[in-house]
């Protein structure tokens, strides 16, 4: 009897232990929140495997994919400077130091552009992948993966290229492959429970076509056509004054060429088959169905094209420098997040002769911007209209071309959906574009430049990685088709130059008039075939008499360029503001600091539209007669003591001007537009800020300052409007910072956050107090602020070595390694730099007191 | 070995059953932690590490000690890759604000609770895998006894 119940009893607890193991098992293995499961991340290969990568280590890697021993030196700021014998082994190093740095970006980044982003994260981003392969953005990069190993056969420099890209790819394919099988993925991965798939060619093109989608693609078309229709009542020369098609008012422009805009403006030529085109149709048909799109567009869209992003860049000839040789800066204002769009790196590669430092991008094997030892260059983009959109007319599955009716072409698409299955979708197209909607008896399709056919900046960029001169540089620049950039140039013979390049459609500017609208696709008269503006005929200057040239997303040319180019580029005050620092220096005084001074030091944060502004702003509320308040007498002497003073027009954190004249601006221009943006019931874009200027300083009397809410015969002008501005200013500060109105300091309105890409708020830093707004070349726009100088760099052909750099992040994507940050916090905050170490041609020369880290990758 | 060797070989091991469970998962958990835990689902290597030492020592009162065992021995595995990585800490407070984040809660930076965490939850696989094989190990040989006694 003993033994049996001995029996029982031994059953009773094998049974309970086996119960507790499968309960054990169960609650580790069941994701939290539908997110990762606790259990893989407490084993060592979870959490733990995570924090390689916090550190560089020293030593060496035997592996496949090399020809010979690759040295890779992290300097003290986690720069990996690669030692190679070949640009293609220099490739795969800096493919594995991109995986080893920003893996979880670079999958996230491809996932968006692909149209995959669901299959980790679900449901909630289905919309999302359903916009973007619309777009064709995948489909754009397949084409290019296709059309060049077609081209390869027939092209050597192709070729060379794409066996760089090969290489570079298998190095990113290593790391990953080695992350995964011994479990040390990064943090992020094992937070949302998926693993990265292998890079490709096809990753890099999508990657490519996501830079487009950042800066060219635009719905402005759609806007523009609403505005037409709903606030202008279709009067284009009504529209024209508020949103000119050539958007002149005090631009410098770019290329100093081809005149310039004093006292010029643009005759408008309404032909009759722009009449006829405007009174087309169901235009409140046209109206719901151009919101259904404009409501379609993606959050992550907005994350991509942050609204202040632009950029400047600017060189000076001998003439104008201390050392008598070019210096030539760039900042390019993108979003602001960690990990950080650039990858700063330097390459060498001894038998190629090759010594290059720059700025690539996390999933291409190319320097972005950057300089060897006889060039540099920078971008700034150009903002032209590369987007048209056609209206047909629908019958519910077929769409009259102008001759007939005819039937989309149909894709077929397959979305994997986490949690969900597959999710499948037809993405239709007519013969000249994607249909991106339709409602009733309408429908609306989209062409883009960056997907209309293959493009080729990745063989661009290979051309100026490895240029010694302006025409080799210029000759490879042909390629740079999309996004369109203007390109500043130097080299170490002296040479200075900027140029626009890409992709623009070839019109005049009665042609231009009708493609800034959505265009009727069914009538066969509409040209829909586009025609590309030839290299040779595209606007560029090369060492021009005022011995500088500078860009910042303005008007590229003066009123003597032949070709529409863009209406919506940047309102100038960037532009002005460059112009006037560097033809105010005279011959031989400029030097590094003073280039760094213009981009974040007091030239960097001189406001120029506070200086247009804030003079009419004084004088409306000294001249009204209105009895204000006490706190808002003390922010007008505040305001008029920062006007008097050696810091005017300086957006300074620690000044109050800034805050009460930004604060007066933003109010001012929404009493000025929004009572008429109401009645006509729309939420579009509003006129630039050259415009309301234009308007401010000669037509103080204009009917879009009268507030058309108050009761007739009552009508405002300017200064009720500014006045009215300035109480409501001081009431929203004094709400928002007390009555004491030395404690408004623009630091403590403006701040800067550095958002992690994935929105986890413990990896974002900030917000800290921050210099500058959307219109100083220190371009930093929005509250808060979450864009601007996405890079700053500077490089002396005097002295090469005497180059400077700083991002806003840091070199490495992990949230645990100290370089995942340190330059923005450490530098970039404080408006300082490192300097860019290309002087170090081999690994023997590396100077120790730089140096944190060797690795070296050895062949098996 | 003759078969009474054997068996004078057994009884020492049940002897000092405790001892060897315990000691068995301790370094052996270490050594899988630091050499090859990428290869196992995170539950497999302490579960199996018991269950193993049930059978070695065969008795289901080595589960307690078993689990201890490899609780230390994760205890001592993370400390040698605290020691060894650098960022580890910097990585597992991250974590543990990242979670805050997804949960919506604001959590304190927290590798000590990651770490006890990491430990415990080993500890209670290899306990319950002690207790399993300990059991199993008995049972069997409650039924061989059984089958002796039937045939003689």
């Known amino acids: ?860 | 070995m003759s078969e009474k060797g054997v068996l004078d070989y057994v009884k020492t091991i049940l002897q000092y059953r405790r001892a060897i469970a315990f000691g068995l998962s301790l370094i052996v958990t270490t050594i899988i932690d630091l050499t090859i835990p990428t290869t196992l689902p995170f539950w497999l290597s302490p579960l199996m590490l018991g269950i193993i030492g049930g059978f070695i020592v065969g008795s289901a009162s080595a589960g307690l000690f078993t689990g201890l065992g490899t609780l230390v021995g994760r205890f001592v595995s993370i400390l040698i890759m605290i020691l060894t990585m650098p960022g580890l800490l910097r990585t597992l407070d991250l974590f543990l604000l990242a979670i805050g984040d997804v949960l919506g809660a604001s959590l304190p930076p927290g590798s000590l609770i990651i770490i006890l965490l990491s430990v415990l939850i080993c500890g209670l696989f290899g306990l319950f895998g002690g207790i399993t094989g300990g059991s199993v190990t008995v049972l069997v040989q409650y039924f061989r006894e059984s089958s002796v006694k039937e045939e003689v």
């Open chain 1, 1 to 860: 009897m003993s033994s049996t119940r001995d029996l029982y009893k031994q059953g009773g607890v094998l049974i309970v232990s086996i119960i507790g193991i499968l309960l054990l098992i169960i609650v580790l293995s069941t994701p939290i929140m539908g997110m990762f499961a606790l259990g893989p991340i407490v084993s060592p290969g979870g959490i733990f495997g995570a924090a390689t990568g916090s550190s560089y280590p020293s030593g060496s890697i035997t592996l496949e994919g090399i020809d010979a021993p690759v040295t890779i030196i992290r300097d003290n700021w986690g720069v990996p400077h690669i030692y190679a014998d070949t640009q293609k082994d220099a490739a795969f190093a800096l493919g594995y130091c991109h995986a080893t740095d920003r893996m979880f970006q670079m999958e996230m980044t491809v996932r968006t552009g692909m149209g995959l982003m669901s299959e980790v994260r679900g449901n909630d981003s289905l919309g999302d992948d359903i916009y973007y392969l619309t777009l064709g953005i995948a489909s754009a990069a397949q084409e290019m993966v296709d059309t060049f190993e077609t081209e390869r056969k027939t092209d050597p420099q192709l070729d060379t290229m794409l066996d760089i890209l090969d290489a570079y790819c298998d190095g990113v394919n290593y790391e990953i492959n080695n992350r995964i099988n011994t479990h040390t993925l990064p943090i992020e991965f094992q937070l949302l429970n998926f693993e990265p798939t292998p890079w490709t060619p096809l990753k890099t093109f999508v990657y490519n076509r996501l830079m487009s989608l950042m800066l060219t693609y635009s719905t402005f078309d759609l806007e523009a056509t609403i505005l037409r229709d709903e606030l202008f009542n279709k009067d284009l020369y009504a529209m024209e004054e508020l949103f000119p098609l050539n958007q002149t008012f005090y631009q410098v422009p770019i290329v100093p060429t081809y005149g310039t805009y004093d006292n010029y403006s643009l005759p408008l030529q309404v032909t009759e088959k722009i009449k006829a085109d405007i009174q087309r149709g169901d235009s409140e048909t046209r109206r719901s169905l151009i919101q259904k799109i404009l409501d379609r567009t993606p959050e992550s869209l907005d994350f991509f094209q942050q609204s202040w992003i632009g950029s400047n860049n600017w060189v000076a000839n001998g003439t104008k420098t201390v050392s008598g040789k070019p210096i030539l800066a760039n900042d390019m204002h993108l979003s602001i997040d960690l990990p950080h769009i650039w990858y700063e790196a330097h390459l060498v590669a001894k038998n190629d002769s090759w010594n290059i430092y720059g700025y690539t991008l996390a999933g291409t094997p190319v320097v972005v911007v950057g300089f060897n030892t006889h060039i540099a260059w920078g971008f700034t983009n150009v903002g032209p209209d590369g987007v048209d959109w056609f209206e047909y007319v629908w019958d519910g599955d077929k769409y009259w071309n102008g001759s007939g009716w005819a039937l989309p072409i149909e894709e077929n698409v397959t979305i994997p959906v986490k949690g969900l299955g597959d999710h499948n979708v037809t993405i239709r197209y007519t013969s000249d574009g994607v249909i991106m909607d339709e409602k009733g008896k309408s429908m609306i399709a989209m062409k883009w430049t960056a997907t209309e056919s293959p493009t080729y900046e990745i063989k661009a960029l290979y051309g100026a990685n490895n240029a010694t001169n302006w025409a080799e540089f210029n000759q490879s620049m042909q390629w740079f088709h999309d996004p369109p950039q203007n390109v500043v140039f130097a080299d170490s013979e002296g040479t200075i130059a900027l140029r626009p390049t890409g992709r623009f459609v070839k019109r005049n500017f009665t042609e231009g008039l009708l493609a800034r609208f959505v265009q009727n696709g069914s009538d066969p008269s509409v040209n829909k075939d586009w025609e590309y503006i030839p290299f040779n005929e595209l606007p560029y200057s090369v060492n021009p008499d005022q011995c500088y040239l500078a860009s910042a997303n303005q008007k590229s040319t003066g009123p003597d360029y032949q070709y529409y180019l863009s209406s919506t580029q940047a309102a100038g005050y960037r532009g002005r503001s460059i112009n006037r620092h560097l033809s105010e220096a005279p011959d031989g005084s400029i030097d590094v600091d003073l280039m760094k001074d213009a981009q974040c030091g007091p030239m960097g944060i001189l406001d120029i539209s506070a200086e247009s502004f804030t003079p009419f702003f004084i004088e409306a509320v000294d001249q009204a007669g209105v009895q204000l308040s006490e706190t808002a007498e003390a922010a007008l002497t505040e305001l008029k003591s920062w006007v008097d003073s050696e810091d005017r027009f300086l957006m300074n954190k620690t000044l109050v001007g800034p805050t009460i004249f930004y604060e007066t601006f933003s109010h001012f221009k929404n009493y000025t537009w929004f009572d008429e943006y109401e009645a006509a019931g729309i939420d579009v874009t509003r006129p630039q800020d050259n415009t309301l200027e234009y308007l401010v300083r000669e037509f103080p009397n204009s009917t879009w300052f009268d507030d058309i809410s108050t009761p007739s015969p009552i009508i405002e002008e300017r200064d009720d409007i500014i006045v009215k501005a300035f109480i409501k200013a001081v009431e929203e500060l004094e709400k928002e910072f007390g009555s004491s109105v030395d404690e408004w300091l623009w630091g403590d309105y403006h701040q800067i956050y550095f958002n992690h890409l994935a929105g986890i708020p413990s990896f974002g830093k900030g917000a800290h107090p921050h210099d500058g707004s959307g219109y100083t070349l220190l371009a930093a726009g929005g509250r808060p602020v979450g864009s601007g100088p996405s890079e700053r760099m500077v490089v002396d052909f005097g002295n090469i070595s005497n180059s400077w750099s700083v991002i806003p992040a840091g070199v490495s994507g992990n949230p645990a390694n100290p370089h995942y940050a340190d330059q923005a916090l450490d530098l970039w905050m404080n408006g300082e730099y490192h300097l860019m170490l290309i002087q170090y041609d081999t690994v023997e020369s590396f100077a120790k007191e730089d140096l944190e880290a060797t690795l070296i990758l050895k062949p098996e």
